[in-house]
């Protein structure tokens, strides 16, 4: 390790000296202790935090955007110096492999240089003209242009799941300081070495091209705690967060009732459902089985995307659901990120189980070890499913529940279903064509509708929409990957007849940064 | 009068048959009731309203862009079919004059029109393409494209000071039904009447253009009662709202408590802040003193863009302040939209005029009739402005409160005043270029910042941002008027592994709409 472990926040440029201490990282699968132990940020430091970011705000969104894609570029390199470090210490606080966290750094750095291409082009802000014309009668129309502007500090919460790309460096940070925003991080209990070793990172990077103290902090000390002062703080103008729904529908309440409620993009909990029908079966029931078990238990199904939901044609599939028990019954246990979704998982399973006409058509053969998780499938009739809302309720990790039922019932059951992140069609062309009905609620309840494939496997690109309807996310109109989350953390701005020197290069007559204008 | 007014409610293309009595009209100034006695939806027509909107919301959105600008079109005919209708019943109902209800319905057609011409055009819905690269590796990369698609039913509340402009076929239904979204009224207690006629233009509109019944339908019964329940309602997606803060934040509470919390667009309260520098004073204070006169007491200050607080430099500006004195003595008093407004003005300039060190500048010479206002300026210094946050409360009317400070206190009171729709610079163009600090500052308070103009004149265009944060709106990241408004009815939606032929027209690899896209 090259990056010492001090145990304390970030407060700006400086760290924390706050004693109380808010645990230690617990290695999953053995449940040793890893040192240092970490210490709250103090109300005194949290408080400096939220007044640097204040500071900083002004300073920060005025940097050209050459300048924020500097700073963009500077954290994916130092991230790069210190991706060993990474990988030793967070194969130890996750239980990720290495080449998970391998691919994991690589999406992280990738987000960052995506976002520092997006603001050097410069484009996305939506640049919009009219000009003035003195002589329109009945009065004269005064020249008007607007733009995306950043909303201010930003607090972002880090994920157990994503330790890189959606924690301290990930798609929420990027994107924020991106818009302009400063960056307020609350770290995770679940891994904070590696949220450490990011951090100092960051510093460097910010300290390198000359950022204002307080673009970025990191704080310690957990998200009921420290994270809700955060959340509460006037200060700050947004949230991102990525977790449960019970952690994120708490920021939800905390932030509404604010005396000026913000924003909260709070990526939730999802079943992404997946609706077969009989011509994808008619492929070969073998192959899609084989397809199915390997997205269901990817990265030991705890991916936001993990398929928990299969809605199967009545009298159909059982040569599908026949391979799909010999392969759960012969995968593998796997360990999880933490002893405590490890629990939920036997919870949450356990709690599926036990609703009346639900069947359990498969368990691993190999019983699960400590804070392991070994696959599982249930099945229940459409009736059954229709009667207790429980079993739209996500067990986060490799676990699904198979719905039987007429094809009409399933578009119905569609039509009714909470929001989710993805919502997948296995089907042929023809039978595409002649359900639009259910195309249309599959698209209705989802972010992102996907044909004859698989919701685990995230591009980050352009026409990503990571996002959906409640629960899926808190605020269905946005996305939290891909070039779209930027949109998060801005509003737009007019300005009325300023003179052309003082308004921002975007809008200038020039068109200075040659940038794409409606006008 | 051509159309007759039967005091119903329009449910989709059936009328109410409720028969409980919600009020009638009654003239402002006057107090005389107008005919006919309005009844309020019954809990089954409710029922039926939301039923039909939901049932029209996947015929209405998947029509074409074409198909829906026709009907948006064919509404701005059937309501110019009827002006006068409008215009007779909108003198009775709001005591706007004539030249201004004919303006508002010029705006109202416009605005129809304007969003006939942005759908038809296509490019808003933001397409983005990322293309397929089965090469790719580590894994192979999949097709996704992206656009924005509607969000779902819309609740519209009629505004009392924007009958037509801000009511049944006003900015929020335009933009939702643009969208795709069908649109469910709550007409405005204050002008059921112009709600009416313009609610048969609009039904004619949609049968003549063979809309799906349920895509609109208008509701009588009150905002409480009646709106609360459709804000309620699972089938309702986003809510539009202009008017009071109580009003919005009530609406805000009950979205957020929903089992699905939604969005609501509600736009408040707004001060729309002054900062005068002493260059603008030197250009003249007289001048500069009946401007901002004529600002303030357009259409008896009962825009949401009222001047209603000035910043002016201690020590300066008495001229200015005589002569606004003069003007304001010499004023005549207005009557208001309507009895429960004038009394408000009269409570909230009471409430200003009775904090300590607020002292009354002028007050119109003329005592105030039934239902009316009249002019009033107040002062206070920048100290006795801090010490009482009741001081930046909205005096909705021709009222305006002027603070005296340092320069540099009002950078700093600026800084703290709460969200505003507007902010406006008076000064020269050396003094703006020397105040970046008190720029970034109104900018930062303001969806729209002006430089030497008046907050009032709203020009609905593409660059108009009429937002703000919150307490100007319930959500800044938003405008209520302009093209930019259809946004709030929107959600992005990925498709991913599509057939062509199955994507909407917009995604389709060869472009039919020929729209511009990301790719």
Known sequence: MITPLLGSSFIGYSRSTGTEPCGTAVQPGTGSVLEPVYHSATPDEVERAMA??????????NRSAADRAGFLRAIALEIEGVIDDVVERGMLETALAEPRLRGEMGRTTGQLRMFANLIEEGSWVDARIDRADPDRKPIPKVDLRSMLRPLGPVAVFCASNFPLAF???????????????????????????????IASAVIRAAKLTDMPEGVFSVLY????????????????????????????????????????PIPVYAEMSSVNPIVVLPGALDRGEDEFATAFFGSLTLGVGQFCTNPGLV????GKGDGFLAKLKSLVEAGAPGTMLNAAIAKSFVDSTAAIASVPGVKTLARCSTEAGQDQAAPAVFVVSIEDFLKNPLLQHEMFGPATLVVRGTLEEIESAVLGLEGQLTASLHATEAELAAHSGLVFALQNRAGRVIF?????GVE?????????????????????????????????????SFPDA??????????????????
Chains 1, 2 share one sequence.
């Open 452 to 456: 004859n494939g698989f919701p685990t």
């Open 460 to 496: 980050v690109c352009n026409s990503m929409v990571h996002g959906g309807p409640f629960p899926a996310t808190s605020d269905g109109r946005s996305s939290s990957v891909g070039t779209m989350s930027i949109f998060r953390f801005c509003r737009p701005v007019s300005w009325q």
């Open 221 to 260: 000390g957990g998200g009921r705690k420290v994270g809700q002062a955060v959340v509460k703080h006037p200060v700050i103008q947004a949230v991102g967060f990525t977790g449960s729904r019970s952690g994120g529908t708490a920021l939800m309440a905390t932030a509404a009732s604010r005396p000026q």
């Open 502 to 519: 003082a308004l921002p290069a975007e809008l200038q007559e020039a068109n200075p940064l040659d940038i794409r204008r409606m006008e």
């Open 167 to 197: 924690s301290v460096a990930g798609g929420d940070s990027a994107s924020a300081l991106a818009a302009g925003c400063p960056v307020v991080v609350i770290a995770h209990a679940s891994h904070p070495g590696v949220a450490e070793i």
């Open 52 to 61: 640097l970011a204040a500071a900083a705000f002004p300073i920060f969104s």
């Open 311 to 314: 809605f199967l044609p009545a």
